[in-house]
């Protein structure tokens, strides 16, 4: 049975002047990517002259648009910081402008968030920071300070809404960024143990970080003076401790900056933590500030821990007796919590005051059993006089 054949077909390499060897396929493909090149940068430099022209400029010289105050006073939407005094005790109390900031706002579908009298300007958003360190952070009377940091952190939300919206730089957007990685850092070491209803340590971590990735590139794009620079390199690497990414960062920094106390200090304990040797780490801890220890403060549970573990196996003898006290003094705790810390991990303490070490009875505690807010000692007794607005200002 014949079978008619289909006519052959002739590619584009083999048709008359055709370039031969795939020529014709590489040809275009290049020339299609030369196109795609050239439309690319028309785009970027169109968005660019756009960029330019388009980015908003706040206008608004108050800490809360009139808009906003008053669809919240309305929606009855205050939070009680807010309040003119007298009226909060009110079916609808009355919004206090010099009190009111301006709440973090979700993006939406449709929302105008580029309004310039929506939008405050840079010097307004330091002064908006200003206001709540000084007048609700650092305040005495405002309790608790659960429901102080819940405030703080969403409205410090709504400064970095409106510095990314108009893409704040300069002097203004370093020293808001240098005060909200502080209120940060402090938050996690005072909040620490909270319930979780109450404050959420992963959500405060995520914001940290970007807040401190943020100043980072301020310091290493923009021109100075950055005065505390080598605080926040030191900050950065104590609370990142073992991150390998953030010791690249700290070994790209300049010679000069690399050297400075601080930060030859964090290297140091940063080199110790790598090294599992938690004696060292804790030696070095006594000689950091209040807030590099809060920064490391997330750390010493995992470092006590690697020190009764080491002792449980080094000193693992029957006849073997380790003196409680010692202990509590390479553990930085009193008497009293560091028999508190040896139950928790199985390490026993007989009547007199004697460390009996064994590696076979050395146990993890049970989730939520150990508290760490009850082995704060080393940070605590730092804190002295200091109080929350110098410490959150730089001022300690």
Not at 26 to 33: A, K, L, M, P
Request: glycine share 6%.
């Amino acid at each position: 049975m014949n079978r008619r054949r289909a006519p052959r077909r002739v590619s584009h390499s083999q048709r008359r002047d055709a370039p031969a060897g795939g020529e014709w396929r590489t040809r275009n493909e290049e020339q299609w990517r030369g196109q795609g090149k050239a439309q690319v940068r028309e785009v970027e430099e169109g968005e660019r002259r756009q960029g330019k022209e388009t980015v908003p400029r706040g206008a608004c010289q108050s800490m809360c648009p009139a808009r906003e105050l008053q669809n919240r006073e309305a929606q009855n939407r205050l939070h009680r910081f807010e309040m003119l005094a007298g009226t909060e005790r009110g079916r609808r109390p009355r919004a206090d402008p010099l009190r009111a900031v301006k709440e973090y706002s979700r993006p939406a579908a449709g929302k105008d968030s580029t309004n310039p009298t929506d939008l405050r300007p840079p010097a307004v958003l330091l002064k908006t920071v200003c206001y709540l360190i000084d007048d609700i952070a650092a305040s005495p009377h405002l309790h608790p300070w659960t429901e102080v940091y819940s405030f703080v952190f969403d409205r410090l939300r709504g400064v970095k809404q409106d510095m990314i919206i108009q893409r704040v730089s300069g002097l203004n957007c370093v020293a808001i960024l240098e005060r909200a990685v502080r209120f940060l850092i402090y938050a996690s070491y005072r909040l620490c143990g909270e319930p979780l209803r109450l404050y959420d340590p992963r959500i405060n971590d995520t914001h940290l970080q970007e807040n401190l990735s943020w100043l980072l590139d301020c310091y290493a794009t923009e021109t100075g003076p950055h005065p505390n620079q080598e605080e926040f390199q030191a900050l950065g690497l104590l609370y990142n401790l073992g991150s390998a990414r953030a010791k690249q960062h700290i070994m790209e920094l300049p010679e000069r900056l690399r050297s400075s106390p601080a930060i030859t200090l964090a290297l140091s304990i940063n080199r110790a933590y790598l090294e599992r040797n938690p004696v060292c780490l804790l030696r070095l801890a006594q000689r950091l500030s209040f807030l590099q220890s809060c920064a490391l403060h997330r750390h010493l549970v995992t470092c006590r821990r690697d020190l009764l573990l080491v002792y449980s196996h080094g000193h693992s003898s029957r006849n073997c007796r380790f003196p409680l006290d010692r202990l509590a003094q390479l553990l930085s705790l009193d008497v009293s919590l560091t028999a508190q810390l040896c139950q928790a991990y199985g390490v026993e303490v007989n009547q007199d005051n004697q460390v009996v070490f064994s590696k076979a009875a050395f146990t993890e505690p049970e989730p939520g059993k150990l508290h760490c807010k009850l082995y704060h000692n080393i940070v605590a007794e730092k804190q002295r006089d200091l109080t929350v607005g110098n410490i959150i200002h730089g001022c300690a």
